[in-house]
C-alpha cells in the first residue's frame, strides 16, 4: 500500500514537472516562477488579443515577434530589434511570475500596452523575425531572478533609477543602474526636446484621479525635488484654492504621458495665459533600456548581449532555453 502511495506520488511528480517545462496553465494561476527556470523548449502561453476579444494560444517566441514588431519603430538595425527581444522576453518572463494577466483576462498575457506590452503583427518584417530568433531564449537575470525589464522609448541622454523614473514604491532595485547614451546623436532634434502646454481643466483631472483636491485656476508648477539624474520627482502645483504635492512619475501618466513625455522637465517653467508651459527631453520613464539608445548602437554595430548590458551591467544575460 506504502509503496503504491509513493508511486503515485512519483508519478503526479513527474506530470507537474512535464507541465511546467511545457509551459501549460492552470485555470486560475501561473505556473511561471520568478526564480530561473530551464526549457527544453520556448513554453506556449495563452495571450488575450486586446482588439478582438480573441484567446490565443502561441509560441512565446512568435508572440515577442510581434512585441518587438510593436513597441520598435519599423526599418531600424537589427542588433536595436535584438536587443528588444531580448528585453521584451525578460519582462514577459518576469510579468508570468506574477500571474500575468489570469486575474484580468484568464490568460498569461495580453496585447494591451497599458497591461503589458504593445503588439502589432502587421509590423512584423523579415528583420524583426531574424532578430528575435538570434537571442531565442536569452534573458537577463540577477541572482537567479528575472529582472522587470523596463525599457522606454528615450531616456533623453541618462537612464533613470525606479524610484525617480517610474515612482517605484519598494527599495530600488539592485540591478538598475543610471547610464549614460548616445541617442541624442541619432534622434531627429523634434523627438529629443519637447514642449508642453498643460491646461488648469487637465491638470485638475489628473489631480483628481491621484485623489487631490481641484485647485481651481493653476497659477504656478514648481519642481520641489529633483532625483540623481535630474528628473523631477516631487512636483508642487498651486491654484486659486491652494497647493498640493504629487509625485511626478505618477502625474504624468495621469496627465498623459504622451503629452509629458518625460519628467526630466528643465527649470523653465512659465505660466501663460493658455496654461503651464513647460520643456523637456526624452519619452518614456527612462527606466532600463532606451530604444533610441539601442538604436544608436546598434549603428555602432554594437552585439545585442553588449547593448543590453549596458543599460543593465548588473545583471546577466542567462538562456533559459
Excluded at 277 to 290: A, D, E
Amino acid at each position: 500500500m506504502r509503496k503504491g502511495l509513493l508511486r503515485k506520488g512519483l508519478i503526479m511528480l513527474i506530470l507537474v514537472m512535464v507541465c511546467l517545462n511545457a509551459g501549460c496553465n492552470t485555470r486560475e494561476e501561473s505556473n511561471f516562477r520568478s526564480m530561473v527556470t530551464r526549457y527544453r523548449r520556448p513554453p506556449r502561453i495563452t495571450v488575450f488579443f486586446k482588439e478582438t476579444g480573441e484567446k490565443k494560444q502561441m509560441d512565446i517566441e512568435e508572440y515577442l515577434v510581434g512585441v518587438v514588431a510593436g513597441e520598435m519603430k519599423p526599418n531600424w538595425p537589427e542588433n536595436a530589434y535584438a536587443a528588444q527581444a531580448i528585453i521584451a522576453r525578460t519582462f514577459t518572463m518576469e510579468f508570468l511570475s506574477r500571474g500575468g494577466t489570469r486575474k484580468l483576462h484568464g490568460t498569461d498575457i495580453s496585447t494591451d500596452e497599458k497591461e503589458a506590452q504593445a503588439y502589432n503583427a502587421k509590423n512584423i518584417t523579415p528583420t524583426i523575425r531574424k532578430a528575435v530568433t538570434k537571442t531565442k531564449g536569452l534573458v537577463l537575470t540577477y541572482k537567479n531572478r528575472y529582472i522587470k525589464g523596463w525599457y522606454s522609448a528615450s531616456c533623453g541622454g541618462q537612464t533613470a533609477y525606479a524610484q525617480e523614473g517610474l515612482g517605484y514604491k519598494g527599495p530600488e532595485p539592485p540591478y538598475v543602474s543610471s547610464v549614460k547614451t548616445d541617442e541624442e546623436k541619432y534622434m531627429p532634434k523634434e523627438e529629443f526636446y519637447w514642449e508642453a502646454v498643460l491646461t488648469s481643466d487637465e491638470i485638475n483631472a489628473a489631480l483628481e484621479k491621484l485623489n487631490k483636491p481641484n485647485l481651481g485656476q493653476i497659477k504656478e508648477m514648481k519642481v520641489l525635488k529633483r532625483g540623481r539624474t535630474h528628473r523631477a520627482v516631487l512636483l508642487r502645483f498651486t491654484g486659486e484654492k491652494g497647493s498640493v504635492d504629487v509625485v511626478g512619475a505618477d502625474f504624468r501618466v495621469q496627465y498623459g504621458p504622451e503629452k509629458i513625455r518625460s519628467i526630466w522637465i528643465s527649470d523653465e517653467i512659465v505660466t501663460t495665459e493658455k496654461g503651464i508651459k513647460i520643456k523637456g527631453r526624452g519619452f518614456g520613464h527612462g527606466v532600463g533600456l532606451s530604444q533610441w539608445g539601442a538604436y544608436a548602437y546598434a549603428k555602432q554595430n554594437w552585439s545585442p548581449e553588449k547593448i543590453v548590458k549596458h543599460f543593465y551591467p548588473k545583471a546577466t544575460l542567462t538562456k533559459i532555453w
